[in-house]
Nanobody
Framework: QVQLVESGGGLVQPGGSLRLSCAAS????????MGWYRQAPGKQRELVAG???????NYADSVKGRFTISRDNAKNTVYLQMNSLKPEDTAVYYC???????????????WGQGTQVTVSS
């Protein structure tokens, strides 16, 4: 009964910017960690950025200084601001969240369906 919906992907030129959003909906009691992963063709899915419920963040070395993750707890939404984009950033970006629901004593991991980001001239 929980779903994560990503938005904001698209085609952008090198050096450009995009802002991804991921909104969680359903019978949500609380959301712990949230994060963004990406997967390029022929490569493993990798963590791009993560953020805890308290606002602590971590980033992959390849995106440090260029990407910023943030969250709006009131909206159950996590964002990824991507600046100075490079062709190597081209991938499908997935949102992941650790969520507890009403009536459940345990939290579970949920994934969004992904949004395509293409960086090309």
């Amino acid at each position: 009964q929980v779903q994560l919906v990503e938005s904001g992907g698209g085609l952008v030129q090198p050096g450009g910017s995009l802002r991804l959003s991921c909104a969680a909906s359903g019978s949500i009691s609380s959301i712990n960690t949230m994060g963004w992963y990406r997967q390029a063709p022929g490569k493993q899915r990798e963590l791009v950025a993560g953020i805890t419920s308290g606002g602590s963040t971590n980033y992959a070395d390849s995106v440090k200084g260029r990407f910023t993750i943030s969250r709006d707890n009131a909206k159950n939404t996590v964002y990824l601001q991507m600046n100075s984009l490079k062709p190597e950033d081209t991938a499908v970006y997935y949102c992941k969240a650790l969520i507890s629901t009403y009536g459940s004593s345990r939290s579970r991991l949920y994934w969004g369906q992904g949004t395509q980001v293409t960086v090309s001239s």
